[in-house]
Every structure is written in structure tokens, then in C-alpha cells.
């Protein structure tokens, strides 16, 4: 793994009145990516395509024990990960737009921009916000939240689906769909072009929530 531009800002908060600390820690990632896997637990994920190189910055958190957050680049695949108890890590990332994303975290929300590589994203607890796609297949899960996905070209499979909190998928225009919409407390519109037996899927079901499936 070849990481440089490794910065790290010192914890604040270390006051006896202040239980909480915090560090802010950047690097630059200089290898080939073409997936990124996040395992979180307490903390939200932030992905954005762009070019260069990757880069990472982590904004861990803690009262006890300093997250001890280990990133590794094999094959092409960036993987960041961190153990701690009482802790958290918010990951902001940049990667190649084509990168595949594998995104997990229990606790947090989870936000991803622009990449056209396919997307899986599960979390406990948190809010799923995914716009600009570009296509293929994405699949986004959470337990309590809203889940949203925009596309700008047309998905050949796309997925949201919700225990609790509203789903949406917006996709363009021009393209047939076969479509599983549906809401077992809540709301239900779906106003896309539609045809069993299509080859593009859309799936968005929720427990408790409003369902809609739209182009945009």
C-alpha cells in the first residue's frame, strides 16, 4: 500500500469538563482504487468522485481510547476499517468516479455522489442519500432512515429499501422498468415507465414510509 500526505490535527476537548475528543487525520492514497469498502460502527460515510488519486479524511472521536483505524489498498481494493469501544470515525472520501463501493456502518449517515460504479450500502441507523449514479447496479439498506437514490443514466438494477423512513429513486426518462414498489404503512406513487419482464429492475419497499418512484 502507498499512502503519502499522511496530516493529523491534534485532539481538542481533553478538559476534565470536556469528556470528548476529536482529531482530524488526512491522507492521500497514491495506488490504483477500484473499490472502496467502508466498515464503520458509530459515524457517518461521505463518497465523492474526482480526479487524482484517492484521499481519505478521517474524523475520529472518542472519550476513552483513541479509534486505532487501519486503511489497506491490495488489488485494487482500499478497505478502512477502526476498532475502539466508545468511539466513532466519519469518513470523507474521494475516489475514481468508476470505483465500486461496499459501505457499512451501524450508527450514521451515509452520503454518495457522483461515482458510476456499482453501489451496496447498509446501515442500522442512519439516513441513505446517493445521488448523480451512473448506472448499474446499486443497492442501498437501512434499518431506521430515509434511503434516496438519483440517477444520471439509467440502472440496470436499483434497489432501496427502508424498515422505518420514506424511500425514493429518481431515474431518467426513455427506458422501461419492472418495478416492486411498496409501503406497508404510508404513501405509494410510482410514475415511471413500466413493463413486466423488463430487463432494468427498480425495487424500493419500506415497512413505515412513503414509496416514489419517479424520473427526473
Not at 491490495?74 to 470515525?89: E, F, H, I, M, R
Not at 461496499?102 to 446517493?130: F, M, P, Q, Y
Not at 442501498?140 to 436499483?158: E, K, M, W
Not at 411498496?182 to 413486466?196: K, Y
Amino acid at each position: 500500500m502507498a499512502v503519502v500526505g499522511l496530516l493529523a490535527v491534534g485532539a481538542v476537548g481533553c478538559g476534565p469538563w470536556e469528556s470528548e475528543q476529536h482529531r482530524t487525520v488526512s491522507y492521500e492514497v497514491t495506488g490504483p482504487v477500484t473499490e472502496l469498502r467502508v466498515d464503520g460502527d458509530t459515524g457517518g460515510i461521505r463518497v465523492t468522485a474526482g480526479d487524482g488519486p484517492a484521499q481519505v479524511v478521517e474524523k475520529r472521536s472518542w472519550r476513552e481510547r483513541e479509534p486505532q483505524a487501519v486503511h489497506t489498498l491490495a488489488d485494487g481494493v482500499l478497505q478502512l476499517t477502526y476498532s475502539c469501544s466508545d468511539c466513532g470515525v466519519d469518513y470523507q472520501v474521494r475516489v475514481p468516479a468508476g470505483t465500486k463501493l461496499r459501505l457499512v456502518t451501524d450508527t450514521g449517515d451515509v452520503r454518495v455522489r457522483d461515482v458510476t460504479g456499482d453501489v451496496e450500502v447498509k446501515v442500522d441507523t442512519g439516513g441513505i442519500d446517493a445521488q448523480g449514479l451512473g448506472g448499474g447496479s446499486v443497492r442501498l439498506r437501512s434499518g431506521t432512515g430515509d434511503v434516496s437514490a438519483g440517477f444520471t443514466a439509467a440502472p440496470t438494477a436499483a434497489e432501496v429499501r427502508s424498515d422505518t423512513g420514506s424511500v425514493g429513486l429518481t431515474v431518467p426518462a426513455g427506458q422501461p422498468y419492472a418495478v416492486d414498489a411498496h409501503t406497508d404503512t404510508g404513501d405509494s406513487r410510482v410514475s415511471v415507465p413500466t413493463q413486466a419482464g423488463a430487463a432494468r429492475t427498480l425495487v424500493a419497499r419500506t415497512g413505515t414510509g412513503n414509496v416514489r418512484v419517479s424520473t427526473g
